[in-house]
């Protein structure tokens, strides 16, 4: 039988005991694990859209975290020392008050109890790799001491990107009603069979 933890593996009741809600307990036999298969978890529950697979070790925790679009975290710390390595996709956001700009490929530092936000750039989502000692377990708490809500960027809200993109589309028809041009769906010819072509 592999060792290598899936969603359905179950392991013993000693081995299940960590700092984050629903993350899987290395050790006890268990050394590689497929993190696009383990159980998602909330890495922000109450500031952030982040979630994923998350593994905690005896002194150390790392998840392979997805990040929407246009959406991140509220500005919050936590106890824990924390790298994440941008494996797709572009962060941005603020790190004790210094300007952070992180494409894929970069690492990002973050000191223990240090304020920070980090939000994917529109146009991607952003997928990357967490690591954090275990003072506490993944989640941290909102600066402003509520748990209220992720950040979102203006059109990224929920639901947003279904009204937001049918908005869009309305809004770019009519405007070329508006200027008497033709939707570029309709290209000269276009209304006209094409010669040996069925329609």
Known sequence: ??????????????ASKTKTAGAVRAGNGQY???MSKLRRVEAGTGYS??????VEGARMLVGMIDKPQGTGSRMHSHANEQFNYVVKGTLRGSINGKRVNAPAGTLIYIPANAPHTLVAKPGEDVVFMAIKDLSQGIIGRAVDGTMSGPLYMKGYGPGAAKASGKK?????????????????SRKAGAGRKPAGRAR
């Open 32 to 34: 590689t694990f497929r």
């Open 168 to 184: 869009a589309a309305g809004k770019k028809a009519a405007g070329k009603k508006a200027a008497g041009k033709k939707p570029a």
């Open 1 to 14: 039988m592999s060792r290598t933890a899936t969603a359905s593996r179950k392991p013993n009741a000693a």
């Open 49 to 54: 859209t982040s979630s994923g697979g998350v």
